[in-house]
């Protein structure tokens, strides 16, 4: 393997989660006020349910722990059953013992948009840093919602959502219609910055991804491509993403 990571490839998407779970899990016990990096999609579902089962049984405590989340759609309400915000509250933070005013989620309904994400940048900062990133991967290679472009911005920033991106999304709205074409997300600097980065590929979709990471192509177009030079890289991905 041509990056500086590591790569672990389970056996299909319910091992991939427990592994990835397991990772996250050493981690808070080893450093119980642990600055987290989430993402949102259906990939890290799984995971976030083993996470709750190990709390659920004693192993794990959450309390000390801070969150800051990739992204959310703009513009879009906290309370609405596709937001980033409902999506953490119902597959993490109600089920575990985390401070809530320690949970942040982009504001997918702030005024200004360009001061809100500066002032996140400042809030990362402030808290040291993110120690794990677990950012989501796209099939077209975006990761947050940092989609592939001839330059990348570093900071939180809101984004223009790419049509096959809005595509891959409105498998969780009425319509596609409905899909905001707007996010929030973290810059690819705030995701390169973490001390570690945990990445998650499950299903036959996500292997040109894949393959483009463990290829030798290092592009803006595919910008998952960009993780490849982080030395604390883990990619856990099942079978399927990994042989397509």
Do not use: W
């Not at 389970?10 to 119980?32: K, T």
């Not at 177009?221 to 960009?226: A, D, G, K, R, S």
């Amino acid at each position: 393997m041509s990056i500086k990571g590591r790569i672990i490839v389970c056996r299909d998407y319910d091992d991939m989660s427990r592994r990835a779970a397991e990772f996250f899990a050493e981690y808070i016990r080893s450093n119980s006020r642990a600055v987290l990096g989430l993402a949102t999609g259906s990939t890290p579902v799984g995971t976030y349910k083993y996470l709750v089962e190990e709390y659920r049984a004693g192993k794990l405590d959450f309390s000390g722990i801070t969150t800051f989340n990739l992204d959310e759609y703009y513009p879009m309400a906290p309370d609405h059953t596709q937001s980033y915000r409902y999506f953490m509250d119902t597959n993490l933070f109600d089920h575990v013992n985390i401070n809530k005013a320690n949970t942040n989620v982009p504001d997918g309904l702030c005024a200004d948009p360009k001061a809100y994400c500066e002032e996140y940048d400042r809030r990362i900062a402030a808290a040291g840093g993110i120690d794990v990133q677990l950012p989501g991967v796209g099939k077209n290679g975006h990761i947050g919602f940092n989609e592939p472009a001839p330059y990348l911005v570093g900071g939180t920033h809101l984004a223009e959502l790419k049509d096959d991106t809005i595509a891959a999304n409105s498998r969780f709205f009425d319509n596609v219609a409905d899909v905001p074409r707007k996010a929030i997300t973290m810059g690819i600097d705030a995701i390169m910055n973490a001390k570690n980065v945990v990445l998650l590929a499950s299903g036959k979709g996500k292997h040109e991804a894949i393959a483009a990471l463990l290829s030798g192509v290092y592009t803006t177009e595919i910008p998952v491509t960009l993780l490849r030079a982080h030395s604390g890289l883990t990619v856990f991905c099942d079978e399927n993403a990994y042989n397509g």
